[in-house]
């Protein structure tokens, strides 16, 4: 999948470009609006991501002009502000989604996963990484031949891990997400979620084989994409 | 006790009527008696002009002379009058008189106060009579007075001045203190007015006008200086309240760069080494820095009142509920209790909410006592809803209730420092509870039991 990164900033590119090329992407950075605008409709890419604070042409202005000239390119937003009327208007100029500054990578990643199963007509209930597979209506996860069911908050915190896996997770992180907190409420919640999700889905396993979460001490929990056999 | 102005004005005006009654009756009593003598005289004499045609009775003489003075005011003289005929007087007693005074010759020359009527002092036995008598027949009719009866006549009319003066006196206090409080409710208008602006005028509302036409032209000015003032603190405000805000946003970009650089040294360092361990405490860092960031910001926007909110119905019994579900699973060692209605929904900010009952739940948690408990109540109210939670705490500060909203704030210094947090949750759950017209307050039991309740909608005072 090709991206065209529109950034005027070097540094949020750098990172942005790195962790998007390690999910698999490839990305060809541009960094102010009229260059941006050109290589847009110069074609050959599959999503844009667009700032909207550039030089030369602001990011709203190049997706309008983009749309006069017919591209419907998908575009995510990418800005400092994000205030609702903002996300109102890169809604209405057809932006397919907004993400405000400060983000992580790896929520950059998901979203794109998000629009590339919508344009691959892919079950956008149907989450699958490695062996395991995530049914969001029915909140179940299909592993090892077995379908468990999960209660909401067990559920979003796989879906959540699973959405970058290899990806490190430090606690506040989870909480921030799975929870909706951005405070510390100085607890173990997230401990013993994980202890429940592992509880359930080992359950009807043999000896050894584990479900792919994974506790880096000290830093946080991360899902590998492929199963680990402890020996 | 503090002066009132009202009352300052009255003592001053009665003050000042005293003191001109005093200085009138000084100067009456001390500069006039000539100037008295002197219309007595006049009164005599006119009195004698106008009556000399009937001097040979007596009785008819001196109701003349009453008659002809019924509106002066020495008309009372005439009573002391003695009526000297060269035939002989009224009674031997006054004939005596009359001859005494024949005997004697004037002090000085007559004195011409009317046409035809002159009058002279004689000294009697050591009394002064006033005699007039016709200047064309000087041996002929005289009319005497003693100036012992002038100046009684005059001692009394003076006595009666002074009863008049007593008598009209509360009147006249009562006429002042109307009077006072008339006028000092006129300069009193236009400063209410001002008053009135000035009780409206908060920092949310600076850059608005003062609309107010003053009563009186002379306050023209004034309103103007008062409306100047009114600008260079909205700008100053305006500029206060920006610098909050572009700070704020000109700290997201590094924070993005230094973020999203943590998260990927973090991935790439050993699994567990003691490098990724550090870094993952680097970015819990920068992820607090933008905690902080986030709330100034929406700070600033509820100073500068633009806080975007996307309003909804929202059933905040529900909201309410998942925030005791998971506090119960956060905080195995609080025992957490709850007494919630159900089916109460808010039009407000889903997200906003969320932050305005986490903060308040996190403040219950972080004061909380050992082995504690929160007790989070929702109930119906009759236009809206309320809502408490109640924790114990320990080494609470007098000042608190009145504290506890101020930025920064975190208690007894001396407690918190092992506390996490900012001091902004509170100041942020108020704004929050503002934007949606509600009102936050914080209660202090006796025992030590801090109580924050919201209430929808704000109670108007």
Not at chain 1, 108 to 135: H, M, Q, S, W
Not at chain 2, 48 to 74: H, P, T
Not at chain 2, 135 to 161: C, E, H
Request: hydrophobic share 40%; net charge negative.
């Amino acid at each position: 999948m090709k991206i065209l990164l529109i950034e005027d900033e070097i540094k949020i590119a750098e990172f942005t470009i790195l962790g998007l090329t390690s999910a698999g992407f490839k990305v060809t950075h541009v960094s102010n609006g009229a260059a941006g605008l050109a290589a847009m409709l110069e074609g050959g890419f599959d999503l844009v991501i667009l700032d909207v604070m550039l030089p030369a042409l602001n990011g709203f202005e190049v997706l309008e002009k983009a749309r006069e000239l017919g591209s419907k390119i998908p575009v995510i937003f990418l800005t400092a502000k994000g205030e609702l009327p903002n996300r109102l208007k890169g809604f209405e100029m057809g932006g397919d989604d907004y993400i405000s500054k400060p983000f992580f990578v790896e929520e950059l990643v998901a979203r794109l996963k998000a629009i590339k199963a919508r344009k691959n007509n892919d079950d956008p209930d149907e989450i699958v990484v490695g062996e395991v597979c995530l049914k969001k209506v029915s909140n179940r996860v299909a592993w090892q031949g077995t379908s468990t069911l999960l209660s909401q908050r067990e559920f979003s915190l796989v879906e959540f891990l699973m959405r970058s896996p290899g990806h490190i997770y430090s606690r506040q992180e989870i909480l921030k997400h799975v929870w909706a907190i951005s405070f510390n409420p100085e607890t173990n919640v997230v401990d013993v979620y994980i202890q429940r999700i592992r509880k359930k889905l080992n359950r009807n396993q043999p000896e050894g084989i584990e479900f792919p979460i994974e506790t880096i001490r000290g830093v946080g929990y991360r899902f590998c994409s492929e199963s680990k056999v402890s020996s | 006790m503090r002066n009132s102005l009202r009352w300052k004005i009255f003592g001053n005006i009665v003050l000042a009527v005293f003191i001109i009654f005093m200085v009138n009756r000084i100067i009456a009593q001390r500069l006039t008696p000539a100037a008295v003598r002197s219309s007595i005289k006049e009164y005599i004499a006119s009195s004698v002009e106008a009556c000399k045609d009937v001097a040979e009775n007596r009785d008819r003489f001196l109701g003349c002379a009453l008659q002809n003075s019924e509106d002066v005011i020495y008309g009372g003289l005439a009573r002391h009058y003695i009526l000297c005929l060269p035939e002989g007087s009224f009674s031997t007693e006054q004939s005596t008189i009359c001859n005494q005074i024949r005997g004697v010759t004037s002090d000085d020359t007559a004195e011409l106060v009317s046409a035809s009527v002159e009058i002279s002092e004689h000294k009697v036995n050591g009394e002064i009579w006033f005699v007039a008598n016709l200047k064309s027949n000087p041996a002929g009719l005289m009319v005497a007075t003693r100036q012992f009866d002038i100046d009684n006549y005059v001692y009394s009319l003076w006595n009666l001045r002074a009863q008049v003066v007593t008598f009209t006196a509360p009147f006249i206090i009562i006429c002042l203190l109307i009077l006072t409080w008339y006028c000092s409710s006129l300069i009193m208008a236009p400063i209410r007015q001002i008053e009135e602006a000035l009780k409206k005028l908060s920092s949310k509302n600076l850059d608005q006008p003062i609309d107010i036409v003053p009563v009186y032209k002379e306050f023209d000015n004034f309103i103007a200086v008062f409306e100047l003032l009114r600008i260079r603190l909205n700008e100053s405000f305006v500029q206060a309240r920006r610098f909050a805000g572009d700070a704020s946003h000109e700290l997201k970009t590094p924070l993005t760069i230094l973020r999203g650089n943590a998260e990927r040294v973090i991935a790439r360092l050993p699994t567990g080494s003691e490098e990724q361990i550090r870094m993952r405490s680097v970015a819990d860092e920068v992820e607090r820095l933008i905690e902080i960031t986030e709330k100034l910001l929406l700070l600033s926007s509820a100073d500068a009142n633009i806080i975007q909110h996307d309003m909804k119905e929202v059933s905040i019994s529900n909201v309410i509920g998942q925030l005791v579900l998971d506090s119960q699973i956060f905080q195995s060692k609080l025992n957490i209790t709850s007494e919630l209605q159900q089916k109460i929904f808010w039009n407000c900010d889903q997200n906003l909410i969320n932050q305005l009952f986490y903060n308040l739940y996190t403040n219950a948690v972080k004061y909380n006592i050992e082995d504690g408990w929160i007790k989070i109540k929702l109930v119906k109210t009759d236009h809206g809803f309320e809502f408490a939670i109640s924790n114990p705490t320990t080494n609470l500060p007098d000042d608190l209730a009145k504290k506890a909203f101020d930025r920064f704030y975190r208690g007894d210094s001396s407690r918190t420092r092992d506390i996490d947090g900012l001091g902004l949750g509170l100041s942020l759950a108020q704004e929050i509870a503002r934007v949606h017209g509600s009102e936050l307050i914080m209660e202090v039991s006796t025992e030590n039991i801090v109580t924050l309740r919201l209430s929808y909608p704000a109670n108007v005072v």
